[in-house]
């Protein structure tokens, strides 16, 4: 007797989610997603305006976006993510539904329920999608675990307090700890 299949969710089940529920499809298989805490969305505001300043001040033409964005990072019909904070530079990626490729940069902001997911999946999706450079900020922790996948380099880590470079922005400087009052 043949084994029970789970189902393959697809792009048509993503995109007609009932409204306001969000869920990130991985290889076929749909991840509900909890409402961020406020911490979270302090965090995500602070670090995506210090980004999108640096880059209006440079006069960049890269784009900022915070979640809920979807990005199609291979552009199939089985992967769609919600990262926190991205940075596309590549306009061609970028479409009315969001981004069709790898970003640039990708933050994820860890919340308890998303722990597993943005250490182990989706650092994996990101270093196999080629994306530049992928950021780990983890409250709980009190550190940021920083990956150059272009660079092939082993992952940093920094306490909030210690001043990071943007690898992908390399004049620009970061300190977590600047954002939490």
Same mark, same amino acid.
């Given at each position: 007797?043949p084994l029970?299949?789970?189902?393959?969710? +697809?792009? =048509?089940?993503?995109w007609?989610?009932?409204?306001? =529920?969000r !869920? %990130?499809?991985?290889?076929g298989?749909?991840?509900?997603?909890? $409402?961020?805490a406020?911490?979270?969305?302090?965090?995500?505001m %602070?670090l /995506?305006?210090?980004?999108?300043?640096?880059i209006? /001040?440079k006069?960049?033409?890269?784009? &900022?976006?915070?979640?809920?964005? !979807?990005?199609?990072?291979?552009?199939?019909?089985t992967?769609y993510v919600?990262?926190?904070?991205?940075? &596309?530079?590549?306009?061609? *990626?970028i479409?009315?539904?969001?981004?069709?490729g790898? $970003?640039?940069m990708v933050?994820?902001?860890? /919340?308890?329920? /998303?722990? *597993?997911?943005?250490?182990?999946?989706?650092n994996?999706?990101?270093?196999?999608?080629?994306v530049?450079e992928?950021?780990? &900020?983890?409250?709980? *922790? *009190?550190?940021?675990?920083v990956?150059?996948? %272009?660079k092939?380099?082993?992952?940093?880590?920094? +306490?909030?307090?210690?001043?990071?470079? &943007?690898?992908?922005?390399?004049?620009?400087?970061?300190?977590? !700890?600047?954002?939490?009052?």
């Amino acid at each position: 007797m043949p084994l029970p299949r789970e189902r393959i969710y +697809t792009a =048509e089940d993503y995109w007609n989610l009932p409204e306001g =529920e969000r !869920a %990130e499809l991985i290889d076929g298989k749909l991840y509900a997603m909890a $409402p961020p805490a406020w911490l979270h969305q302090e965090l995500s505001m %602070e670090l /995506s305006s210090a980004i999108h300043q640096f880059i209006k /001040s440079k006069k960049g033409t890269c784009k &900022v976006v915070t979640a809920p964005v !979807a990005v199609n990072l291979h552009a199939d019909d089985t992967t769609y993510v919600e990262p926190d904070i991205i940075v &596309v530079c590549d306009k061609n *990626k970028i479409t009315p539904r969001g981004c069709t490729g790898a $970003p640039d940069m990708v933050i994820e902001i860890v /919340s308890p329920s /998303s722990r *597993k997911m943005d250490y182990n999946i989706k650092n994996g999706l990101y270093a196999e999608a080629e994306v530049r450079e992928y950021w780990i &900020v983890d409250p709980a *922790k *009190k550190c940021t675990v920083v990956y150059h996948y %272009e660079k092939e380099e082993m992952p940093a880590i920094y +306490t909030f307090d210690t001043p990071i470079t &943007v690898g992908i922005f390399p004049e620009l400087i970061i300190t977590i !700890a600047d954002f939490i009052e």
